[in-house]
């Protein structure tokens, strides 16, 4: 089955950078769709970034466009989000998501064209 585990979440000030981490099993980031979604107490659950199985292009949230970067290394079955200029809102539970999809089917911001989630980390951003 596939496995996520997310890490690199923690406290920052407002402008600084972090780098969250989500690490896959059996070849999962070459094989799925992969994407991070966030939550913040009392909201829903939100598209972060995107990377496709098929070319790797991505797609962004506008609140974080020109900030955050997603990437994968297939070698070590690990996607990453560069976080840089973060700012209090940026606080939430950062989610790591995998899923299986054809192009025609698969809505890159949809929660629902994803199957697998990781447990979450925590990235707090003081003013």
């Known amino acids: 089955q596939v496995q996520l585990v997310e890490s690199g979440g923690g406290l920052v000030q407002a402008g600084g950078s972090l780098r969250l981490s989500c690490a896959a099993s059996?070849?999962?980031?070459?094989?799925?769709?992969m994407g991070w979604f966030r939550q913040a107490p009392g909201k829903e659950r939100e598209f972060v970034a995107a990377?496709?199985?098929?070319?790797?292009?991505?797609d962004y949230a506008n609140s974080v466009k020109n900030r955050f970067t997603i990437s994968r290394d297939n070698a070590k079955d690990t996607v990453y989000l560069q976080m840089n200029s973060l700012k209090p809102e940026d606080t939430a539970v950062y989610y790591c998501?995998?899923?299986?999809?054809?192009?025609?089917?698969?809505?890159?911001?949809?929660?629902?064209?994803?199957?697998?989630w990781g447990q979450g980390t925590q990235v707090t951003v003081s003013s």
């Open positions: 990377i496709r199985r098929s070319g790797g292009s991505t």
């Open positions: 998501a995998a899923g299986f999809r054809p192009p025609t089917l698969y809505s890159y911001s949809t929660r629902d064209s994803y199957d697998y």
């Open positions: 059996g070849r999962t980031v070459t094989n799925y769709n």
